[in-house]
């Protein structure tokens, strides 16, 4: 880019690309040393020349601060974490510089229906694939091309049919009915932003094909409620293996109740450690 603010870091460590690379949003592009992508319908590239400095597209130095959580005070967060909890403390060695995106709460929540039971590089096909048939391109110079993420209001009108050419299988017909239920005015997604936590996980469960996996995974990352702690394939693995090895037959709901419990006020961030380690590392089998 030949021109670009830049936004100083201190304090914790902050890692631009593993960020963006955990799991947490699937559209970014590596791009001319950074990544290009949208945050909403802002096209925006950010870059991290130095372990203390990211340079992002004029103008947008609020914006993407806000949306990489870098106002999240890690220290005073991780002080929260369960004192001597070997597994967790080993994930934030391996990777400190992870955050908490704050992503726009309708791409955050209609991606996770999309992602149920898949790997990250088909949610990523499939994010992608369903901006550029149904979203509008979004140009900017010196970008790739780049599509914002379609509204309920396209999805719906696209119908199920059409979204299961895109890949989404069965889940086709959960994100189409969430779509019309906030296109029709049936659901009004504002709404969640006064609910305390379990109301508003309630809340969100009352869509087709949104359980309490997902439900936290938005609250997660598009309401930055860290308190949320979503136990996905791979999480449940982390528990299994790591915390209860000595106990093979222990339940699924046991393990979601513990997490809620163990991890504290701060245990999305504790969710996001272990499940990037894990994924990344091969810890855990």
Known sequence: MPTADSIALAGWPFDLTATLQSGQ??????????????????PVWISQPAPDRLHCTPGHAALVREYLGLHHDLTALAATFPAHDEPLRQAMAWCPGLRILRQPSWECLATFITS?????????KI??????????????????????????TALAAAGEAALRECGLGYR????????????????DLQSIDALPDAAARDALCQFHGVGEKIANCALLFGWQRLAAFPVDVWV??????LYFANDPGIKAKTL????????????????????????MSGVVG
Do not use: N
């Open 236 to 241: 449940e693995r982390v528990l299994r293996q």
């Open 256 to 279: 979601r109740d513990f997490a809620r419990t163990h991890f504290g006020p701060a245990g999305g961030y504790a969710q996001q450690f272990l499940f990037h380690h894990a994924r």
């Open 172 to 187: 086709a017909a959960f994100l189409h009915r969430t779509a019309c239920d906030l296109a029709e005015g049936r659901f």
């Open 127 to 152: 994010s992608l694939t369903l901006r550029e048939r149904f979203g509008h391109p979004v140009p900017a110079a010196g970008l790739p091309p780049q599509w914002s993420y379609p509204t309920p």
């Open 116 to 124: 149920s039971l898949k790997q990250v590089p088909h949610i990523r």
């Open 25 to 42: 949003v699937f559209h970014w592009h590596p791009h001319e040393g950074g990544w290009a992508g949208l945050i909403g319908e802002a």
